[in-house]
């Protein structure tokens, strides 16, 4: 049958807005958690990360917030730029795994920046 | 610090070809994983590799098959090539397995399917 794309949620927001880029995971057992940023044409750019023993990580401009009893996540950006503009990925990690890294992906979100 | 490195970065292969991807990742990095990227279901995981052993494998038809070499480096084979296999195909790689750090991706190699 025909194939049908991903149906990416969108967020627009002005240049200087502060975003909030939401996710939410499906495997309570996940206890690692990054975001990643996708621009056209290149491949995921690690952005943040946060284990499950933490609820709130801050990086440069970023935040990431972790809600596990409702298995939630978030990316804050602070005062945004053009160059912000992307599709930001969550993904999770299992635990344990048998030592594997598997990363499980979350749709993405388009994230465009208005100047 | 040179990143992950994909090779080639664009292909094109007839239906029924044979395709293989490489992987250079950072070096001091041992985990290789790979990743495949299509509009219609997303970033799926394939494979991954650590000490030249294949830790995991993802939901895929035998057709997808990959190596880890002795010094790291990572192969991806496609086998009788179908239409559906036309994709982004990302590499990552870590210091792994389950060692903190940070797993990064390269640009890829976008495979199309005629």
């Known amino acids: 049958g025909e194939s049908v794309g991903l149906h990416l949620p969108t967020l627009s927001v002005q240049e200087g807005d502060n975003s909030i880029i939401n996710c939410a995971y499906s495997n309570s057992a996940s206890d690692y958690f990054i975001w990643y940023k996708q621009e056209s044409g290149k491949g995921p750019q690690f952005i943040i990360d946060?284990?499950?023993?933490?609820d709130k990580r801050q990086g440069q401009r970023v935040t990431v917030l972790l809600n596990k009893t409702v298995k939630h996540l978030s990316l804050q950006i602070a005062a945004t730029q053009p160059g912000d503009s992307a599709v930001y990925f969550c993904?999770?990690?299992?635990?344990?795994?048998?030592?594997?890294?598997?990363?499980?992906f979350g749709k993405g979100t388009k994230l465009t920046v208005n100047p | 610090k040179a990143g992950v490195t994909q090779t080639p970065r664009y292909l094109i292969k007839t239906r029924g070809q044979q395709v293989t991807l490489s992987c250079s990742p950072i070096?001091?990095?041992?985990?290789v994983s790979w990743y495949q990227q299509t509009p219609g279901q997303g970033l799926q995981f394939l494979f991954e590799?650590?000490?030249?052993?294949?830790?995991n494998k993802g939901n895929f038809p035998g057709r997808f098959s990959g190596r880890q070499f002795s010094n790291s480096r990572s192969e991806m084979n496609v086998s009788t090539l179908e239409l559906g296999d036309s994709a982004l195909y990302l590499c990552?790689?870590?210091?792994?397995?389950?060692?903190?750090?940070?797993?990064?991706f390269g640009e890829g190699s976008w495979l199309t399917v005629v």
């Open positions: 990552a790689s870590s210091r792994g397995p389950r060692s903190g750090n940070t797993i990064y």
């Open positions: 946060i284990r499950s023993n933490m």
């Open positions: 590799y650590f000490s030249e052993t294949q830790r």
């Open positions: 070096s001091g990095h041992r985990s």
């Open positions: 993904a999770e990690m299992g635990a344990s795994q048998g030592g594997s890294e598997k990363l499980v």
